[in-house]
T-cell receptor, first 120, second 110 residues
Framework: GAVVSQHPSRVICKSGTSVKIECRSL??????MFWYRQFPKQSLMLMAT?????????EQGVEKDKFLINHASLTLSTLTVTSAHPEDSSFYIC????????????????FGAGTRLSVL | KQEVTQIPAALSVPEGENLVLNCSFT??????LQWFRQDPGKGLTSLLL?????REQTSGRLNASLDKSSGRSTLYIAASQPGDSATYLC?????????FGTGTRLQVFP
């Protein structure tokens, strides 16, 4: 199946620094990538949808200036947490959408392994 | 707005039991429904994908059913094993988003 690589898997940083998380589709082109956030023992919450070559669409309540998303190529999307604070500590997961094959009724999303961000 | 709820929130059973995990969604206009497994601190593993036109999908000891009109899906796990311990998430796909349920934390003890 399709592989989505997310890096780094874990990052610890000081408050006020910026952190960049990369999400790559290794063996397919992803016109659309998604970024999710997951707090402990909670479900995944969609943060934003990014389409290659255009601005990301953010969900309600997500600060676009805090969470910068870039989708410059069909295989790479990045999420930058700017001026991170302890409340930004969370598990971030990216996902890439594969367009439907002939005969398939809908597309499929593949997920990265996630990045655990801890802000001290 | 689509809302996805999973019941129970947590489940602890002895190995060998057959289990049913429930997922309900408020908007029946979906393209597909997917069940995932998530181990602690890890990403998601896709278990089963059911297209909106399908009623069920099976993979090994897992069987997922979909009743789109009533907004429900169930994941059936046969002969549970300790290795099945994880959080199980269902997610429904609308026009452009995958919305996740609240999850069921499963523990299977020897």
């Amino acid at each position: 199946g399709a592989v989505v690589s997310q890096h780094p898997s874990r990052v610890i940083c000081k408050s006020g620094t910026s952190v960049k998380i990369e999400c790559r589709s290794l063996d397919f082109q992803a016109t659309t990538m998604f970024w999710y956030r997951q707090f402990p023992k909670q479900s995944l919450m969609l943060m934003a949808t990014s389409n290659e070559g255009s601005k990301a669409t953010y969900e309600q309540g997500v600060e676009k200036d805090k969470f910068l998303i870039n989708h410059a190529s069909l295989t790479l999307s990045t999420l930058t947490v700017t001026s991170a604070h302890p409340e930004d500590s969370s598990f971030y997961i990216c996902s890439a959408r594969v367009l439907p094959q002939t005969g398939s009724s809908s597309d499929i999303q593949y997920f990265g392994a996630g990045t655990r961000l801890s802000v001290l | 707005k689509q809302e996805v709820t999973q019941i129970p929130a947590a489940l602890s059973v002895p190995e060998g039991e057959n289990l049913v995990l429930n997922c309900s969604f408020t908007d029946s206009a979906i393209y597909n429904l997917q069940w995932f497994r998530q181990d602690p601190g890890k990403g998601l593993t896709s278990l089963l994908l059911i297209q909106s036109s399908q009623r069920e999908q099976t993979s090994g000891r897992l069987n997922a059913s979909l009743d789109k009109s009533s907004g429900r899906s169930t994941l059936y796990i046969a002969a549970s094993q300790p290795g099945d311990s994880a959080t199980y998430l269902c997610a429904v796909r609308g026009t452009d988003k995958l919305i996740f349920g609240t999850g069921t934390r499963l523990q299977v003890f020897p």
